[in-house]
């Protein structure tokens, strides 16, 4: 049995990271690309990468500083495409290491922001987007980071638009209520089971 790779996304403040938790409470290996991320930029090799391209200014104590970097990057696409490229590959192969690691399951979920910007979504079986109405988006992340609704908007402009990944997406979660969102991963889980 060859275990399935099932991506997983959804634009900022989609609820994606609720439906992530809501399939691992169902017994599904997940493996969040977020999370990894996070840690890989503080490995030796990777903090290394980062100081050469982007110099002392992004790190605090020696460590980078992902507030100073989110900051340098989600204003300038070259500079975001710049870092995707350090941390990326090595989140791709950590992500195989996992997958072996989890051979016994029918299938996995991979969730990641940028599944469709990063290009990865074409190492994927299936893909599932979170979807919830704009509005709802901003005011969720407003809420959750305590920001303003002009720095929910700027992280918005680097992520493809839903219909883009609409496009490219095998199913669809809308994610405007968590029950009726858990009935809908519920049916996915079944038919992917199949």
């Given at each position: 049995?060859?275990?399935?790779?099932?991506?997983?996304?959804?634009?900022?403040?989609?609820?994606?990271?609720?439906?992530?938790?809501?399939?691992?409470?169902?017994?599904?290996?997940?493996?969040?690309?977020?999370?990894?991320?996070?840690?890989?930029?503080?490995?030796?090799?990777?903090?290394?990468?980062?100081?050469?391209?982007?110099?002392?200014?992004?790190?605090?104590?020696?460590?980078?500083?992902?507030?100073?970097?989110?900051?340098?990057?989600?204003?300038?696409?070259?500079?975001?495409?710049?870092?995707?490229?350090?941390?990326?590959?090595?989140?791709?192969?950590?992500?195989?290491?996992?997958?072996?690691?989890?051979?016994?399951?029918?299938?996995?979920?991979?969730?990641?922001?940028?599944?469709?910007?990063?290009?990865?979504?074409?190492?994927?079986?299936?893909?599932?987007?979170?979807?919830?109405?704009?509005?709802?988006?901003?005011?969720?992340?407003?809420?959750r980071d305590n920001v303003s609704r002009e720095n929910v908007l700027a992280r918005m402009a680097n992520q493809w638009e839903d219909e883009r990944k609409e496009a490219l997406s095998n199913y669809i979660i809308n994610n405007e209520s968590l029950d009726f969102a858990k009935k809908q991963a519920d049916n996915i889980?079944?038919?992917?089971?199949?």
């Open positions: 049995m060859i275990t399935k790779i099932i991506g997983l996304t959804g634009g900022i403040g989609s609820g994606k990271s609720t439906i992530a938790a809501y399939f691992a409470s169902k017994g599904v290996p997940v493996y969040i690309a977020d999370d990894e991320a996070k840690k890989i930029l503080y490995m030796p090799e990777a903090s290394a990468e980062v100081r050469q391209a982007f110099g002392e200014n992004v790190f605090t104590d020696g460590q980078p500083d992902r507030k100073k970097l989110s900051e340098l990057v989600f204003n300038d696409p070259e500079k975001l495409k710049q870092l995707n490229a350090i941390i990326h590959p090595k989140v791709n192969h950590h992500f195989k290491e996992w997958v072996k690691q989890h051979s016994t399951a029918p299938f996995v979920i991979k969730e990641a922001a940028i599944l469709f910007e990063s290009g990865s979504y074409k190492s994927c079986d299936a893909i599932i987007l979170v979807t919830a109405p704009k509005e709802l988006r901003i005011k969720r992340v407003m809420e889980i079944n038919i992917i089971n199949l």
